[in-house]
C-alpha cells in the first residue's frame, strides 16, 4: 500500500512539469472538464487538470474561461460561480438560489504559445543527477530530476520541463512479496530483438510479441483509477486485456487504483474493468509517449436487457413479407440475439437476423408465435410472443359475418317476438387484418389495418307511441384502424389517511413528465412505444417515500383510474456514524421485529466517494407485510427477470426504504458494508428459508434485481431463547429501496369479469376495470385470519374479462389465499353475495369447486362491512376433476386458456351498482373500447381522439322524483336533421336540504363538426319529463343565447322544452356543463360533477338543486288511475319483476365514482337513502298493483 502512495505521489510530481513559454505570445488551450456536479458541486481545479492534461496546459496560465458543457458562458447562468487562473473554478451548490444545483463546467485557460522560443534573457541550468529510485523490491519506480530557469523578469521564460522521470527497477526481493502491482504476463520475442519471422504485425509504438498478436512497451506503466457511478472507490474491480476476457491482468485496490507494466497507449489497447453488479467499461488508450499514462474510469450499474415495447402481431398475405424487431434497453448493450418460432429456435445462419427478424416469401407455414430473446453480460429477457398469420391469396382477410352483440332497448321499446328489451346490433372483433403491402420493411407498420364495420342497414323499433331507429352491422371487413389514446388517470394519496400527494413530481424512464394536482390528480397520455407503464412519484414535501408503481392500462385505448398508494415516511432519527448503529424493520404490536439493519463503524460516505465522519439523519421506513392494509402500497409490481429471461413473480417479507442525510448540509449520503439480519421465524413456510434473497428495485424498469444471498446464524442479541437468523450485506448506493423476497413458482390464474348490473349478460361486460388480487398467508389453523400478505397485483378487464396471478397449491388448498376486488374510476364495484345463501349460479362457479375454494363476500359474517371485495383459498385445479377444470382457477401455464374461455366457463363476478339512468344510442358505441366506434353520422361521438360532454341541469318541484328524457336529433345538418342520434334518460335526485324539490342532470347531445369534419350540426334537443310536469322556467341568459343564435325551437308545448343545441361551452350560469377529454367516460365525469355542483370549476356528488339550474319544471302528483314506468314494465308480457325493473336494479346512478375527486362523503350519503327509496316504491299503491 506504501508503495502505491508512493509511486502515486511520483505521478502528480510529474504531472507538474512547467511549459515556459515566450512572453506576449498567448494562446487558449482546449476545454476541460474533469468533474461532475455531484456532491457539493463542481470543481475544476487548476492543479488537477496540470495533473492529467500536463502536455496540454502551462504551469501559470494568465486567465480563465468557464461556460456549461452546452455552451453557455458562466456570466450568462444567473448561478454564483468562482473563476481564478491560479486555482481554476468552482460552484458551490449551497450558494445557489432556491436550492438549485450547479451545471455541469468546462474550463479552458490562457497560456504561452508552445511554438515560441526561449526569450533570449532566459536560460536553463544543468540537469541534477537522478534522484533515488521510489521502487521497492521487485516493483517499477520513476527516477526524477530537477533543473532551474535563469531569466530577468519574474514570470518563467523558459521553454520546456522544470523537472522530468524516467521508470526504474526495485531491487531483486529474497521472497515472493505480496503486491498491488500485477506485471503484465505477455511473451515477449525470442532472444534476439526484431519482428517474429512471418509476422505482418507493425508497431508504432514498442515491439511485437513472440506470438504476433500485440505490441507491448516494457518500459511503460499504466496508472488507473476506477469509481462507481456514486463516486466511491470500485473495490476489487478486475481489469482484462480486450481479447483474453477469462485473463485478470490487475485488481483494483481498497482506493480503486491499479498498475499495469507493459502496455502500449498506442490508441489501440483495449482494456475491459468489470465488477459485480456495474456494467463492463472497454477503455482503449489513447496516444501518449508519456512513459506513465493515465486514465480514469467511472462503472455505471449494470442494467438487464428490459424490453419497453413488446414485438406486435401482424396478418400478412402469401408472398408478402413481414419484419419483427427486438428493441432492448440495457447497459452494456444486448450482445446476442435468438429468435423462436413456435417455441423452436430459428437457425441466425439460415435467416441472418439480428434485433431484426425478416421473412420474406411468406407461405402458411411461416404463420405462428415468434419470440426474440437478448442477453448482455448482466441478464437476458424474452419478449412476448407476437402472432403472424398468414392469409391464402383471395382469402377475406376478416370474417365478413358480424358476431352476436345485444344491446338494452329504451323501457318502452319492449320487443314482443324476442319476448326482452334486448336487440342485436352485431359487432366486428377488434382484430388485425392484412392491408396493403408497405414498399419498405418496417418494425411497425405505417398504417394499421382492423377488422370493422364496412356496411350498417338501418331498421325501426316499434316502441310505445313511437318508432325508434336502430343501426345494425351487416358487414366486417379491413380497413384503417380506429387511432385512439391511452390515458392513465389516478389520484397519489396516503396508504394510511387518504391524504393527498400534492404538487408531487412523476417520472418515467428517469424523465419528469407530470405532477399531481391539489388534490393528488393525474393524468398521463401513455406513448405509443411503451408496453410496460413505470412511474416514479416523488413527493416534493418529502412526506413520503418514492413510490414506483407499474400500472396497466387498456392497450385498445381509453383511459383507466389508478389510485396510487403512497407509504409515508418514518421520522428521521440522528445516528452517530462513529459507532455502530442498528435499526428495526417492523413495529407490530406484541411482535418481534421482521429483521434489523446493522450499520458498522465510519460506513458512511458522501457522493464523491469521501468518508463521512459526522451526524447522519437517516429515516428507514418498512413496508410490513403483517399489515393487511398497507399490500396495496407495494412496490413495483414485484416480478423478477431470471437467467433464461423468464419473468417470474416474487412473495415478499417486507420492503425498505432507505433515506440517510449529512446532517448540517443535508446531502444523501451512501454507505458500504450493511448487514441486514432476517428473523427466521418470521419465515412460516420452510421451503422460503434456502430461496431467500436481497433485492433492490430498478426505477426504469419496475423490475426488482438480485443484491445478495443470506446466510445462517445463531442469535447473539442477549436473549434466553435461541434464535436463528438469516443475515445479508447490502450497499446503500444509487438505490435506495429493498425487498426481502423469495421466488414462488407456485402459481394459477384467477379468471374475473365485470358486468354493469348484476344481470351478468355478456353484452353488459365492462372493459376498463382495475380488478386487484392481495396474496396472503393464512394463519396457521385459521385460515379466515391473515398471518401475512405476500403479493399485490392488478389487471385491466378486456371484452373477455380478465386474468388475475395468484399464488395457489395443489396439495393445501388453503395455502394460500386472496382477497379480490374491482374499481372503475375510483369507484369500487360489488361483489357477488355469499350470504344468507351462497348461490353458485350467481357466483358463477360449480358448487364442488365453490366449496373447496370457500368463497366468502367481505361482509359474509359483519353486514356493517362493505361487499365490494371477496376472498378465496386459490386451490389449484385438480386434473381429471371435470368441475375444476373450466375455470375459475387456471394453473400458470394455461394463461391462453384462461384468457379465450368462453362465457359459460367459470369465473367470479363484480357489477356495477348502476344509478337511475339509461343510454341508448342510435349507433351502438361502447365507452370503454374507443375502438368500437364507428364511421357514421348518427354516430353520438364525431370523433374518437374527442369526446365533448354537454349536460343541462333541470330543477323539479313535486312530491316525487321524476325521470326526464332527453331526446336528441339532427337539427341543422342535411345529413342528420329529423333522424335520433340517441335517448338518455335518467331518474332525478331529491334535495336534502328542501322537500318537494329535485334535480336532475341530464346528458345531450353535443352540437358541433360530424364525423366528416365538414359541416357542424346543432342538435335538436327535447327535454321531456316523464310525468305530468309543466314548465315554469327558463334560465333567462340560456333564453337569451337560444334566442341571438338562430334559428330558435318551437316551444308551444310546456310539458317539455325543445332547443337547438348551443355550439358554445356555456358554463353554470347557463345551467349547461360542457367538457371536453380524450376520454368519454372522464369527460362525462367531470361534466356531472360540474353540474351537480352547479359551477364552471368545482364538482361535486351532492345535488345542488337550486344553483347553476337551466330549466324548471313544476310536477304533480301521479293520479291513481295513471301509469307509471314500473307500471308500463309490468304490462309487459313474458318479464319477470327481476329482470323488468331496470329502475330499480341500479340503485347509485349519476356518477358516485366518487374516488375521482375525492368527495367520499355523496357515496355514504346516497347509500343510507337507497333501501328507504326502495321502500317506499314497495310500499306505494301503484307498486303494489304489480303483483
Known sequence: ??????????????????????????????????????????????????????????????????RTVHGVPATLTGEAVHLSPHLGFWCLNKEQISGKRCSNYAVRFRCPKRSIAAVAQSSWSQWSDWGPCTASCGETGVQTRRRTCSTQS????????????????????????????????????????????????????????????????????????????????????????????????????????FQITGLCPDGKTTLKIKKAYYGTAVVTLSVNYS????????????????????????VRREG??????????????????????????????????DSTLVLKQLQPQHAGKYMCRASNTAGSIKSQPATLTVIAPGAPSCNPKPESHLIQLPYDCYQNLTQSFYYNVGKCPVVTCAGEQEPELRCKDTTAHCCGAVKLEERMISCTKYTLPIKVVSSCGCQKCIE???????????????????????????????????????????????????????DRYQKFVNTTKVLPFNKKGGSVFHEVKLLRKRPAVTLDCSVSNSISLGEIESQNPVAQLEIPPNSFYRQNGEIYRGLVKASVTFLDPRDISLASAAQSDLNFINEEGDVLPLRTYGMFSLDFMDEATMESLNAGQVKIFLDSAQVKMPQHLEKMKLWSLNPE???????????????????????????????????????????????????????????????????????????????????????????????????????????????????????????????????????????????????????????RRSDHEDTKVKKTAFKINVAKPTPNVPDEMNGPIYPYENLKECEEASFSAGYFRFYRVEGDRYDYNTVAFNEDDPMSWTEDYLAWWPRPLEFRACYIKVKLNGPQEITVRSRNMGGTHPQTVGKIYGIRDVRSTRALDQLGVSAVCLEFKCSGMLYDQERIDRTLVKIIPQNDCHRESVNNMLQDYLVNHLPLAVNNDTSEFTMLAPLDPLGHNYGIYTVTDQDPRTAKEIAL????????????????????????????????????????????????????????????????????????????????????????????????NMD
Not at 329 to 349: A, I, Q, R
Request: charged share 25%; aromatic share 8%; net charge positive.
Open 1 to 66: 500500500m506504501k508503495e502505491m502512495d508512493s509511486n502515486w505521489t511520483t505521478i502528480l510530481l510529474l504531472f507538474g512539469m512547467i511549459c515556459g513559454l515566450s512572453q506576449g505570445h498567448w494562446e487558449w488551450t482546449s476545454w476541460f472538464n474533469i468533474d461532475h456536479p455531484g456532491g457539493n458541486g463542481d470543481y475544476e481545479q487548476l492543479d488537477a487538470i496540470q495533473r492529467y492534461y500536463k502536455e496540454r496546459i502551462c504551469p501559470r496560465p494568465s486567465a480563465i474561461e468557464a
Open 291 to 314: 512513459k506513465m499514462p493515465t486514465i480514469e474510469v467511472k462503472l455505471k450499474r449494470s442494467e438487464k436487457p428490459f424490453i419497453r415495447k413488446q414485438l406486435m402481431s401482424k
Open 1089 to 1184: 360533477g360540474r353540474c351537480f355542483d352547479g359551477s364552471s370549476d368545482n364538482v361535486s356528488r351532492v345535488m345542488k338543486s337550486n344553483v347553476g339550474v337551466a330549466l324548471t319544471f313544476n310536477c304533480n302528483e301521479r293520479q291513481a288511475g295513471q301509469q307509471n314506468v314500473f307500471q308500463s314494465l309490468q304490462n309487459s308480457p313474458g318479464q319477470s319483476l327481476t329482470n323488468s325493473m331496470w329502475m330499480g336494479q341500479r340503485k347509485r346512478g349519476r356518477g358516485q365514482r366518487d374516488n375521482l375527486y375525492g368527495l367520499r362523503p355523496f357515496n355514504r350519503l346516497r347509500k343510507q337513502r337507497r333501501a328507504p327509496r326502495r321502500e317506499q316504491w314497495q310500499n306505494s299503491p301503484q307498486f303494489s
Open 484 to 538: 385512439t389514446r391511452t390515458i392513465v388517470r389516478g389520484r397519489a394519496i396516503a396508504a394510511d389517511n387518504g391524504e393527498a400527494m400534492r404538487f408531487g413530481q412523476i417520472f418515467m424512464g428517469g424523465k419528469k413528465i407530470s405532477m399531481t394536482g391539489y388534490r393528488g390528480t393525474f393524468s398521463i397520455q401513455v406513448p405509443t412505444h411503451v408496453d410496460r407503464l413505470v412511474l416514479t412519484f416523488v
Open 154 to 257: 519574474n514570470e518563467q521564460q523558459c521553454p520546456g520541463p522544470v523537472e522530468e522521470g524516467k521508470l526504474c527497477k526495485g531491487p531483486a526481493c529474497i521472497t515472493t512479496p505480496a503486491t498491488t502491482t500485477r506485471p503484465l504476463d505477455i511473451p515477449t520475442t525470442s532472444s534476439r530483438e526484431g519482428q517474429p519471422a512471418g509476422c505482418e504485425l507493425r508497431c508504432a509504438m514498442g515491439h511485437v510479441n513472440a506470438e504476433c498478436s500485440r505490441c507491448i512497451c516494457k518500459e511503460h506503466l499504466l496508472y488507473g483509477s476506477v469509481h462507481l457511478q456514486d463516486g466511491a472507490p470500485a473495490t476489487k474491480a478486475t481489469v482484462h486485456l480486450w481479447g483474453n476476457s477469462d485473463k485478470v491482468l490487475t485488481d483494483c485496490d481498497e482506493q480503486g487504483r
Open 320 to 353: 408478402q413479407s413481414v419484419t419483427f424487431c427486438c428493441k432492448v434497453e440495457c447497459n452494456p448493450p444486448p450482445d446476442k440475439h435468438f429468435w423462436y418460432h413456435n417455441g423452436s429456435l430459428l437457425p441466425v445462419e439460415t435467416h441472418r437476423y
Open 701 to 855: 424498469t419496475g423490475f426488482w434485481e438480485e443484491e445478495g444471498d443470506f446466510t445462517f446464524i445463531r442469535s447473539r442479541r442477549g436473549k434466553r431463547e435461541e434464535r436463528t437468523f438469516l443475515v445479508g450485506n447490502m450497499e446503500i448506493r444509487e438505490r435506495r429501496l429493498f425487498n426481502l423476497d423469495v421466488p414462488e413458482s407456485r402459481r394459477c390464474y384467477v379468471k374475473v369479469r365485470t358486468f354493469r348490473s348484476d344481470r351478468f349478460m355478456s353484452s353488459d361486460q365492462i372493459e376498463g376495470v382495475v380488478v386487484s388480487l392481495v396474496n396472503v398467508e393464512p394463519m396457521q389453523g385459521f385460515s379466515s385470519n391473515p398471518r401475512a400478505w405476500g403479493r399485490f397485483d392488478s389487471v385491466i378487464t378486456g371484452s373477455n374479462g380478465a386474468c388475475v396471478p395468484a399464488f395457489c397449491d395443489d396439495q393445501q388448498p388453503d395455502a394460500y389465499s386472496a382477497y379480490v376486488m374491482a374499481t372503475l374510476g375510483g369507484e369500487e364495484l360489488e361483489a357477488v353475495a355469499s350470504s344468507p345463501r351462497m348461490n353458485s349460479n350467481t357466483i358463477g362457479v360449480q358448487q364442488s369447486y365453490l366449496n373447496k375454494l370457500q368463497y
